[in-house]
């Protein structure tokens, strides 16, 4: 079964900073990652997937399948990043359902 | 405008009672789901759907139930709420050969 982890409960950062979100995950397959972000009081939604290789907010993702990671990057976070954020993998299939990890509170002081 | 629509926004319920918790999409997604979801914690599957007739359970036992009889509505029931079944339950939707879920507000119950 397909498992995601995120090591990091909390992250807290100054404005400014560089943040680094990790996700590993297990899976045998060839897996489709994203991240998805909840903001104080917002609905979930989807910040980037893998296959999009694209840039949102200025976060990015880089799948790693040697390392079977997908950590969620910025080179510079800003105040309004703070949010939860949740890293979920889905099976390559029509048929497959989203698997999430346990979600890191990133939190950027000023 | 294309949503995905959860009512209640929140509920309070006694014990034993009787409970449906509505979800309904206006994006004519075949996929939906219900995950359950803690304060500050993972989401867990409880029920999905590829479509119209079809349900499965997730990966999280659950005492819930659900049906879908159109495809726009995916509604929640438990027949007899318990405190243990205090949580905040979010609907989701996706295309079927999609993986990108788009989510509901979600709805927060307490059973007391």
């Known amino acids: 079964a397909q498992r995601v982890t995120q090591p990091e409960k909390l992250l807290s950062v100054f404005k400014g900073a560089p943040v680094e979100l990790k996700c590993n995950y297990s899976?045998?397959?060839?897996?489709?990652l994203f991240w998805y972000v909840q903001y104080s009081r917002q609905r979930l939604q989807l910040l980037l997937r893998?296959?999009s290789r694209e840039s949102i907010k200025g976060f990015t993702a880089d799948l790693n399948k040697g390392e079977t990671s997908f950590h969620l990057k910025k080179p510079f976070a800003q105040e309004e990043d703070s949010a939860m954020y949740y890293c979920?993998?889905?099976?390559?299939?029509?048929?497959?359902?989203?698997?999430f990890g346990k979600g890191t509170m990133l939190l950027v002081s000023p | 405008e294309a949503d995905i629509y959860q009512t209640p926004r929140y509920l309070v319920i006694g014990t034993g009672k009787k409970i449906t918790l509505e979800c309904s999409q206006t994006m004519g997604h075949d996929k939906m789901y219900w995950y359950q979801q803690d304060p500050g914690m993972e989401l867990h599957l409880i029920h999905y759907?590829?479509?119209?007739?079809?349900?499965e359970k997730g990966d999280l036992s659950s005492e819930s139930t659900v049906s879908r009889i159109r495809t726009e509505h995916f509604p929640l029931t438990l027949e007899s709420a318990r405190p243990s079944h205090t949580s905040q339950y979010l609907c989701a939707s996706s295309e079927g050969g999609l993986q990108q879920a788009f989510f509901g507000q979600g709805t927060r119950l307490t059973v007391v």
């Open positions: 979920a993998l889905s099976m390559n299939s029509g048929y497959s359902t989203l698997t």
């Open positions: 759907s590829y479509g119209v007739n079809s349900t």
């Open positions: 899976y045998s397959g060839s897996p489709e």
């Open positions: 893998h296959i």
